[in-house]
Each structure stands twice: as C-alpha cells, then as structure tokens.
C-alpha cells in the first residue's frame, strides 16, 4: 500500500495548491490514503471549521497537527467530534480532542496514525517518546501498518525518535520546520524516515510567510504582523509504501510539486 503525507499546509495557498494538484497526485501515484498536517492551514496560524472541511473536500483523509492548533478556539470542538482531525497525543488528558487514530483505506486496509510534539524549544509535555510507546502497543492490536508525525522544533529530537521507534512504526515522518529535508531513507528494522516533510504554501516567501516582513523583523527586531506569502505555490511531501502484513516500509520517495 502506499501513504502519501503532505507537509504543513499554510494559509490559503496551501489550500488551493491542494484543490488543484491533489488529486492528480492521488491518481498518479495511486496513493491509498492521505495524511496532512493542517495547523497552519487557516491564514497562517491554527485551524478554523470550515479550512478543516475544505481540507478534508480536497481529498485528505486525515489531519494532524501541532502546536499552532490551538490557535484558533472555534476547533476545539470540532477535535472532539471529528476523528480524522488530530492533535499532539502528548498533550494533557484533558485538552480537547485526540492524537492517534486507525482509518480505513478503500480496500479495507487499517492505517494507524499518532501525532507527536517534540519538547525541544517547545512546549513541555508529556514525553513524545513514551507516548510513543504506549499508541503503538495500542495501535498493533489492529494494525502493523502506523505512521507517526512528530511535529518538532530540533532535528536531533526527530531523529532520535526515528531510531527509537524503527521497527515498531511503518514511518516517522517530521513537521513543523516547513522546510523539506533530503535525508528520506529506511531504517534498518524496516521504518521510513524523514526529518522534515516540508510546506505546501507559497515558495517565494519565509517557511510560508511574507519575505519582505520576515526581513524587516529580522532587521528591527520590532513585532510585526506575519501574512502569508502568495507567490509560486507548491507541495511538498512524502509517500510511503508498506507492506500490509508486517507493516515494514519498502519505499519512500520525497514529493515537491510546483503549482503553476
């Protein structure tokens, strides 16, 4: 079977890249199931209902997410009801929603997916390595096949995940940086591996928002507020073929697909 994953998807020309290439990505490379990153989907920062919907209506079968999705406070709910949607399973109990999931291909084939956040530079939560521990054991009980995303700040954090987790995950796949990493190989117990899925948004811009108001801080140092960039759309991602019973990786190939 093969996964396709798709890298942080910012604003809306994230969106529309999908509503244009998408499915023709799909058909192509006869992907069975589609797994996004969706925090930054809706203007930059977070995740509305509707964005989640047009996200989903484009042909994405499950979002993920990360720290920024509690940007937007009219998800919550929607975390609760909708079980395609994740957040970080390393957050508390008691934060709205869920972080990990099995869904169903259209041939009936399981995929589990967990979404992590990393603590590097980021927030302090549970620990992703543990939490780790304890889906997969939960997952296995109704599938080999698991994708992880671990939506992390430090690439030593990604990669020591990877290494923690070969041969229990299909793939561990990283978000958050936006920019795509070239270091996609398989690990030795049989899991795909990439730093960085990188950002299905604007090209011409800084991970996604304005160059010219990303300079202007970087020269000020004074607040200013980010917009997304418009210019040169692509996609970037991932796509990941497994072998359904033993849940091992056989392949995987980075995807980055300018958007004329």
Known sequence: ?????????????GRQALERKLDRLIDRH????VIANGENAAAGFGLTLDVAREL??????VITSGNHIWDKREIYSYLDDQPRLLRPANYSSDAPGRGHGVYATSSGVKVGVI?????IFMNPLECPFRTADRLIEELRKETKVILVDIHAEATSEKMALGHYLDGR??????THTHVQTADEHLMPGGTAYLTDAGMTGARDSVIGI?????IEKFLTQ???????????PMINGVLVDIAEESGRAVA???VMELVS
């Open 56 to 61: 989903f209506d484009t042909g994405i079968d």
């Open 252 to 254: 995987i190939e980075r």
């Open 210 to 214: 304005s160059k010219e108001i990303a």
């Open 115 to 119: 979404n992590l956040e990393g603590r």
């Open 222 to 232: 004074l607040p200013h507020r980010f917009e997304v960039a418009k210019k040169n």
């Open 169 to 174: 995950a299909s793939a561990v796949i990283g």
């Open 1 to 13: 079977m093969r996964l396709l994953f798709i890298g942080d998807v910012v604003g809306r020309p």
């Open 30 to 33: 006869q992907v069975d199931l």
